[in-house]
């Protein structure tokens, strides 16, 4: 095929997607780690972002009703460090987190020796 008749070609193709008004693509769609939250519905049906890459540092692109938001992901990089139970924790026994993404930093939320959840700094 003749290089002038793909070029025509290829004009046709980028023209039929824009009258076909496609939400222009950007960012290359790379996924970041963690998982969304459960978002209340926005009501506006706003769309922030159509994929993580749009988001600032480690944000994700989530779902909110018809919306979409750059949010804190739930789950961060990292396993939570093995609880030795015989061995009584310090501190408050009380729960201090429900989620990762209420945690400082690289801090994740998990078990601690008295049944309940803090944020703490996991393993790697």
């Not at 310090?90 to 990762?100: A, E, K, P, T, W």
């Amino acid at each position: 095929m003749p290089a002038c008749r793909l070029g025509a070609l290829t004009a046709a193709l980028l023209l039929g997607l824009l009258l076909l008004d496609l939400p222009p693509v950007t960012g290359t769609g790379a996924e970041k780690m963690g998982v969304c939250p459960e978002l209340e519905a926005n009501l506006n049906c706003t769309e922030e972002c159509h994929s993580d890459s749009e988001c600032a540092d480690n944000l994700k692109c989530c779902p909110a009703g018809c919306a979409t938001v750059c949010s804190v992901p739930n789950e961060k990089k990292g396993s939570c460090p093995q609880v030795d139970i015989s061995f009584p924790q310090l501190g408050l026994c009380q729960d201090q987190c429900q989620v990762d993404s209420q945690c400082p930093g690289q801090m994740k939320c998990c078990r601690n020796g008295c049944g309940k959840v803090s944020c703490v700094t996991p393993n790697f």
